[in-house]
């Protein structure tokens, strides 16, 4: 699988890990996904716009793994496909509906709106849980970001969420299109 940083710096307001599961687990994180998805109040996470009709896999499995894959990391559809043979979670999160890399890529390409919308709402939820609440750890400065201005790197300053999600997607795309050119 690909390799990321550990911590991934924000437009407006402070860094968030990569991998959120380091902070929360994998099973919270898939809990607060399921929340989201179910707060979203969706009729049906069915086709947004005009997808074809030959997508067959279960949208709401879509989006909730591709939701996890974003929130630890994981962001060319290759890595998700390989993960599936490597990652218990992804493989669980796949309720034996395996997709390959053009379903991937088609399910991002027609939901990218609701991908943000449940990225943004788990990103909040997990900001507030290990970063705001009581049990509070603060993030701490990494020696290379030491030259970013105060409004990335201070604690008290919550991430511009919505910024965060669209960068991770943005960052997904990117791999991808970086795998069609080797």
């Given amino acids: 699988m690909t390799t990321t940083s550990h911590m991934v710096p924000s437009r407006e307001g402070t860094r968030l890990p990569n ?15 399921l929340e989201a998805i179910e707060e979203m109040n969706l009729p049906s996470v069915n086709r947004e716009n005009s997808e074809p009709v030959d997508t067959v896999l279960a949208p709401v499995m879509m989006l909730t793994l591709l939701t996890y ?19 218990q979670m992804i493989r669980y999160l796949c309720a034996r509906n395996y997709p390959d890399i053009f379903e991937i890529g088609l399910f991002r390409r027609y939901n990218r709106a609701r991908i943000t919308q449940c990225l943004m709402a788990v990103l909040r939820r997990v900001w507030e849980l290990r970063f705001c609440g009581e049990d509070a750890e603060p993030i701490r400065g990494v020696a290379c970001f030491a030259s970013l201005p105060a409004r990335w790197t201070d604690p008290n300053l919550p991430p511009d969420f919505q910024c965060e999600a669209e960068q991770r997607i943005a960052r997904a795309v990117r791999a991808d299109s970086m795998t069609l050119d080797v």
């Fill in 19 to 33: 991998d959120l599961s380091l902070y929360i687990g994998k099973k919270t994180l898939v809990k607060f996904i």
């Fill in 69 to 87: 894959c974003y929130a630890t990391g994981v962001y060319s559809a290759m890595d998700i496909e390989l993960g599936i043979a490597s990652d």
